[in-house]
C-alpha cells in the first residue's frame, strides 16, 4: 500500500519548534518533489515548504522562510519539516504530499498550536 504517514505535532508556546515527520510506504522521497502544507479551518490550504526530486532543492513560503527548514533523510523514507520560532499565526493542520507511483498522495494530517 502506497501511503504517507505523518507524527510530530502538538501544543507549543510561542517561540517554542516542533519536528514534523512523514513516514513512506510503498515509495520514497527521492525521484519527485514532496511539500508540506497546512490548513486553518475556513481559509484555503496552502503550501509551506518543498523539496525537488534528485536536485533536492528546498522552497518555502515568505511567511515560514527563516523559521521553517523542509529536509529528507539520505535513505528516502522520511520527510521532515523542522520549525523553529513558532507563532501563533502558525497554528494549523499540517499535511505531507508527493507524487507516488500509485499518483499524488497525502498524509493523515497532524495538528500544530502555538499558544500561550
Known amino acids: 500500500q502506497v501511503q504517507l504517514v505523518q507524527s510530530g505535532g502538538g501544543l507549543v508556546q510561542p517561540g517554542g519548534s516542533l519536528r514534523l515527520s512523514c513516514a513512506a510506504s510503498?515509495?520514497?522521497?527521492?525521484?519527485?518533489?514532496a511539500s508540506w502544507y497546512r490548513q486553518v479551518p475556513g481559509q484555503e490550504r496552502e503550501s509551506v515548504a518543498s523539496?525537488?526530486?534528485?536536485?533536492?532543492?528546498?522552497k518555502y513560503a515568505d511567511s515560514v522562510l527563516g523559521r521553517f527548514t523542509i529536509s529528507r533523510d539520505k535513505s528516502g523514507h522520511t520527510l521532515y519539516l523542522q520549525m523553529d520560532n513558532l507563532k501563533p499565526e502558525d497554528t494549523a493542520l499540517y499535511y505531507c504530499?508527493?507524487?507516488?507511483?500509485?499518483?499524488?498522495?497525502w498524509g493523515q494530517g497532524t495538528q500544530v498550536t502555538v499558544s500561550s
Open positions: 504530499t508527493s507524487l507516488t507511483p500509485a499518483g499524488r498522495k
Open positions: 510503498g515509495f520514497i522521497f527521492t525521484y519527485n518533489t
Open positions: 523539496i525537488s526530486g534528485i536536485n533536492s532543492i528546498p
